[in-house]
């Protein structure tokens, strides 16, 4: 499995951003995409995950109402859309995959990172 994710940039708060993760090497029936964060001096946050079949969707409470995950089953991507960004949400940003039933996430992308200007 390899997960390229990309978009990231400089943006300044308020501002909206749009990650983008291609991932390859097999088919991702019954698992689940995720992004996950980490700043500088900061734990890894995991922000959002979506299921590959269903599309269910779960949040962190700090990104709730500004970010949405997405994913195109037929092209095998997944999109975190960012709006109204702030400041704290600067960080490296990074998808991961792992199998349905899973406990944790196996497959890393190498990470984007997002700057968010005050």
């Known amino acids: 499995v390899q997960l390229q994710a990309s978009g990231g940039g400089l943006v300044q708060a308020g501002e909206s951003r749009r990650l983008s993760c291609a991932a390859s090497?097999?088919?991702?029936?019954?698992?689940?995409m995720g992004w996950f964060r980490q700043a500088p001096g900061k734990e890894r946050e995991e922000v959002a995950s979506?299921?590959?079949?269903?599309?269910?969707?779960n949040y962190a409470a700090s990104v709730k109402g500004r970010f949405t995950i997405s994913r195109e089953t037929a092209n095998n991507m997944v999109f975190l859309q960012m709006n109204s960004l702030k400041p704290e949400d600067t960080a490296v940003y990074y998808c991961?995959?792992?199998?349905?039933?899973?406990?944790?996430?196996?497959?890393w992308g190498q990470g984007t990172q997002v700057t968010v200007s005050s």
């Open positions: 090497g097999r088919t991702f029936t019954n698992w689940s």
């Open positions: 979506i299921t590959w079949n269903w599309g269910t969707t």
């Open positions: 991961a995959a792992k199998r349905g039933g899973a406990r944790q996430y196996a497959y």
